[in-house]
């Protein structure tokens, strides 16, 4: 973790893919550029933008105003506010809508919303006269650090989370951090858990940042800045190795796992949002891991203080609600996206930014341990 301090000018990562590089372009204010920034890297583009009702209210006056600046005519698509807006029939209302605006394959559809709207639009932008190219504004943290770079999109089934979707990478991330000062406290903290997730992961020395620095993130100090932009060169760096994760772009998915099934337990509703259970399956992923000797106990801990400390849940008891069963929670894992001919993967740590990916994990082992979770 070598970058220093930013602020002042805006930060630029690039995603390195080649023939299909983009910016993430990360600071405070860039809300009223978005549209020269547009005109100057598809000139002539008409725009579609696709946001949640919340949104709409909080930043689109000042999106549509900087299109208009930059002379490019917009279209609208709003749909409800929330994860229930990851389903077919709003997918199909945002394909229909977007077609109806007459979209085509020279124009732009922007991502203005956090990670839901950015999963939605840009699946919606990959099927659209078979691929539309899309430009990703996320107003969340966790949509500036995670899902608005890297080209997932999806939307959820009956059966769990992000199961039906595409690969279609954007053109373009504006990361304006400003938007991120009129966020809900709650949704500011769950955005964290994938800020600290980098530091899992790979960087023990980021983690360690973190623990000191984490409430100037809150604050809106320039340490915010720079713990987006680390976490987007991480992911970047990962994502240029592996665009379609067949490879150690599953790392990113630490916590995921377990994450993902306590989503689909709670029903994708705001009892557990993803960035929570995103915290809470990083200390079941290290806490599995030193139940199976492969950490230390202390670093398992370590994880829970933290994200304790940064007001997030830890435990399943943290959930609102009855919690779920183990077998409930291992028939959700098993329909995870890293699950190989019904073999199960998780992604697991020797320590403190030294995750792994852990393929043909016994399932008697993790119903064990989660029962003793539950209990």
Known sequence: M???????DPITVDVALAGRAYDIVIGRGLLSGLGQRVAALRPGARVAIVTDEVVAKQHLPAARESFAHAGIATGLVVVPAGEAS?????????????????????????????GVIGDLAGFAASAVRRGVDYVQVPTTLLAQVDSSVGGKTGINSRHGKNLVGAFHQPILVVADTALLDTLPPRILRAGYAEVAKYGLIGDSEFFAWLEENCSDIFAGAPAREHA???????????????????GDRALLNLGHTFGHALEAAAGFSDRLYHGEAVAIGMVLAFGFSASLGLCTQA????VAQHLAAAGLPTRIADIQGEPPTADRLLDLIAQDKKVKRGRLTFILARGIGQSFIAPDIDAADVRQFLTGQID
């Open 299 to 302: 670093d398992a801990e370590r």
């Open 86 to 114: 990851k389903s077919y029939p709003v997918f199909e209302r945002v394909c229909e809508d977007l077609i109806g605006a007459r979209i085509e394959r020279g124009d732009l559809v922007v991502a203005l919303g956090g």
């Open 228 to 246: 987006i932009a680390v976490s987007c060169r991480m992911k970047a760096q990962v994502v240029a190795r592996d665009e379609r994760e067949t």
């Open 2 to 8: 070598t970058a220093p301090l930013r602020s002042g």
